[in-house]
Nanobody, 123 residues
Framework: QVQLVESGGGLVQSGGSLRLSCEAS????????VGWFRQIPGKEYEGVSS????????FYADSAKGRFTISRSVPNNTVYLQLNSLKPEDAGVYYC????????????????WGLGTQVTVSP
């Protein structure tokens, strides 16, 4: 079992930055692929970014390319998502999720989920 806890969300002005953290316990997160997903009320999970176990490959949704960066810290057992040049349409609850297979932006492939952190972007 992997327990995931997200943090780092908050209220930021358009154009601002946030760094989200996904801290794991129970198992070494480096052995898992990790994805970040956004959800807004009434909508399904939207894949934002994912990173392979070991951190060798990263994937981004088109909306995130050039603005967001996913990374790992093995000593901290944490995956980060750096959000830059934020736009109001980036707002939502951001969840991290982990799986033992290949990285994916499809939330259906993920086994372990955190409870999310809220990101709000003011115009």
């Amino acid at each position: 079992q992997v327990q995931l806890v997200e943090s780092g969300g908050g209220l930021v002005q358009s154009g601002g930055s946030l760094r989200l953290s996904c801290e794991a316990s129970g198992q070494a997160l480096d052995y898992h692929s990790v994805g970040w997903f956004r959800q807004i009320p009434g909508k399904e999970y939207e894949g934002v970014s994912s990173i392979a176990s070991g951190g060798s490959r990263q994937f981004y949704a088109d909306s995130a390319k050039g603005r967001f960066t996913i990374s790992r810290s093995v000593p901290n057992n944490t995956v980060y998502l750096q959000l830059n040049s934020l736009k109001p349409e980036d707002a939502g609850v951001y969840y991290c999720a982990a799986r033992s297979g290949l990285p994916s932006l499809d939330p259906n492939w993920y086994e372990y989920w955190g409870l999310g952190t809220q990101v709000t972007v003011s115009p």
